[in-house]
C-alpha cells in the first residue's frame, strides 16, 4: 500500500533561515510519481515540483531544492533563505503510475507540514 | 496545463440540506479526482470520477452520502448529502492530464451550521 509520512507538523524559522521539510514514502510500485504542493492560508493547491522513480537528480529552482533519495525512500524539501510569503502548509504526495496510459492516478498524500516564518 | 473552475467557492449551510460542488476544466479529461480536506488534515480521496462509468469510491464514502456525476469530458459535480457539522471540510477537484501533474480547483469551503 502507498503511504507518504511527514513526521514534522509544524516548523517555525525566522526570515532567511534554511528549512527542510521531510518526506518518506511506502510503495510497492517500481513506477511512481512524487510531488511537492504548497496551501497557502487561502486554501489553493500550488503544485511545486514532480519528480518520477527512475529520476533521482536533485534539482534546485531558485531558493527551492529537493533531495529524492530511492535507497532511503524520501523526497525531502529545501527552502533557502526562507521569506514570509513561504508560510504555508507543504503537502508531500505520491502517485502511481495510471493504467490508463500516461496519465497518474490518485494522490497519496502526507499529512502536511506547517510552515511559519518570522519576520 | 489545465485551468479548474470549481463553484461555489464557500458556502455556509443548514443541517440535513444538500449542497452540489461543480467542477469545470478547460480541457478534456479522462480522470477526474475529489478531495475532502477537513479542517487542520490532509487530503483524503473521496472517488474518482471517469466520464462514462460509475465513480469510484474510496473506503469510508458512499455514493448515497456523495453522489457524483461525469456527464462529459469536461465537466463533474460533486453532491454532499443531507449535511451534519462533520462534513465541514474544503472540497477539492482535480485532474490528471497526461504527462502532468495533478491540477487542483481552488476549493469549496463548506460550514454547516
Known amino acids: 500500500a502507498q503511504k507518504v509520512t511527514q513526521a514534522q507538523t509544524e516548523i517555525s524559522v525566522v526570515e532567511k533561515e534554511d528549512v527542510t521539510l521531510d518526506c518518506v514514502y511506502e510503495t510497492r510500485d517500481t513506477t511512481y510519481y512524487l510531488f511537492w504542493y504548497k496551501q497557502p492560508p487561502s486554501g489553493e493547491l500550488v503544485f511545486l515540483i514532480r519528480r518520477n522513480s527512475f529520476d533521482e537528480q536533485n534539482e534546485i529552482s531558485g531558493r527551492y531544492s529537493w533531495n529524492f533519495q530511492k535507497s532511503t525512500s524520501s523526497f525531502n524539501f529545501t527552502i533557502t533563505a526562507s521569506q514570509v510569503v513561504d508560510s504555508a502548509v507543504y503537502f508531500c504526495a505520491l502517485s502511481e503510475a495510471s493504467r490508463r496510459g500516461s496519465t497518474l492516478g490518485r494522490l497519496y498524500f502526507g499529512r502536511g507540514t506547517q510552515l511559519t516564518v518570522w519576520p | 496545463s489545465a485551468v479548474i473552475s470549481q463553484k461555489p467557492s464557500r458556502d455556509i449551510c443548514q443541517r440535513g440540506t444538500s449542497l452540489t460542488i461543480q467542477c469545470q476544466v478547460d480541457?478534456?479529461?479522462?480522470?477526474m479526482f475529489w478531495y475532502r480536506q477537513q479542517p487542520g488534515q490532509s487530503l483524503t480521496l473521496i472517488a474518482t470520477a471517469n466520464q462514462g462509468s460509475e465513480a469510484t469510491y474510496e473506503s469510508g464514502f458512499v455514493i448515497d452520502k456523495f453522489p457524483i456525476s461525469r456527464p462529459n469530458l469536461t465537466f463533474s459535480t460533486l453532491t454532499v448529502s443531507n449535511m451534519s457539522p462533520e462534513d465541514s471540510s474544503i472540497y477539492l477537484c482535480?485532474?490528471?492530464?497526461?504527462?502532468?501533474?495533478?491540477?487542483f480547483g481552488d476549493g469549496t469551503r463548506l460550514s454547516i451550521l
Open positions: 482535480s485532474v490528471s492530464l497526461p504527462g502532468q501533474p495533478q491540477h
Open positions: 480541457s478534456q479529461v479522462t480522470m
